[in-house]
């Protein structure tokens, strides 16, 4: 199986400090992506790390992909409460299909 | 720009009950289509996807069918609803060639009593 493990399953920190998430996958991979999802709604795409790439930022975020490793991070930034969240990654092989983790939940508290 | 659809929001219905779900995809053509359930405080369960009209593909065999009646819509239905069917209903489209990020829509939360 592709699926990938977030880790930690939860995280509180406050407002103002960093958030890392990690996660980890099985087999190889052509790409790896992390998504958001607040509370009841639908997951939205955060950032896409292909295999060949090391790292990768968007506004707060930086993301990592180690493919020795297996494992992903995503770094928050400065961190506010509306980032409050859960986090997912997802991780896409030899099937274009991404297989998702567990997620870890993210409280930034004011 | 492209817009993913989603109802009802909310479902309540008794067991034994058929289900009907509607995704409906707008400013993308030839999308792949994908139905997830999420149970409370969990991953991501992949249903279906379709790759095409009338194409689907069954990750895990339960009580659910999907089909694709048009190329922007995507339909989950059940004859007779259980208790396990429960749970939040995700659809997402992703963009032809594969390996491209899933855009979802909002979710349809399913309580089967």
Redo the contacts between chains.
Sequence with gaps: SQQGEEDPQALSIQEGENATMNCSYKTSI??L?W?RQNS??????LI?IRSNEREKHSGRLRVTLDTSKKSSSLLITASRAADTASY?C?S?GGS????????T?LIVHP | SQTIHQWPATLVQPVGSPLSLECTVEGTSNP?L?W?RQAA????Q?LF?SVGIGQISSEVPQNLSASRPQDRQFILSSKKLLLSDSG?Y?C?W?GR???????????T?LTVL
């Design positions: 052509n790409n992506q998504y009841g709604r639908g997951l939205v795409h896409l997912f997802a896409s274009y299909i991404p297989t998702f983790g567990r997620g939940s | 792949n994908y997830y405080g969990r991953g991501l992949l996807y939040f995700l997402a992703q060639g594969g390996y491209n990020e899933q855009f979802f829509g909002p979710g939360r």
